[in-house]
Nanobody
Framework: VQLVESGGGLVHPGGTLRLSCRAS????????MNWFRQTPGKERDFVAG????????STADSVKGRFVISRDNSKNTLYLQMTGLKRRNTAVYYC???????????WGRGTQVTVSS
């Protein structure tokens, strides 16, 4: 299983970013996927999740209405569209999936998002 995030960077408050997660090594189109984020000294927090066909999503209350998770199964890619970014959204954002067979959780290396003026 390989998950590779991209799309992070430095953005001004109120700005927009779209994160991508390219997946390989498993059947992406059958897997539920998630985005998490982590800041130094804190635990990794759930941001958003999407089921295998993209029809069911969930989003953390703190970003609801501003962040949208989506996927393109034809490209084995997960997305996180982030709008109205706030300084407190600064974090490393991770792509995640869990094996339905083994229960093992897989993570990418993360992509840094910094919201600053």
């Amino acid at each position: 299983v390989q998950l590779v995030e991209s799309g992070g960077g430095l953005v001004h408050p109120g700005g927009t970013l779209r994160l991508s997660c390219r997946a390989s090594g498993f059947t992406f189109s059958s897997a539920d996927m998630n985005w998490f984020r982590q800041t130094p000294g804190k635990e990794r927090d759930f941001v958003a999740g999407i089921n295998w066909n993209g029809r069911v999503t969930s989003t953390a209350d703190s970003v609801k209405g501003r962040f949208v998770i989506s996927r393109d199964n034809s490209k084995n890619t997960l997305y996180l569209q982030m709008t109205g970014l706030k300084r407190r959204n600064t974090a490393v954002y991770y792509c995640n999936t869990r094996s339905q067979q083994s229960g093992a959780s897989y993570w990418g290396r993360g992509t840094q998002v910094t919201v600053s003026s």
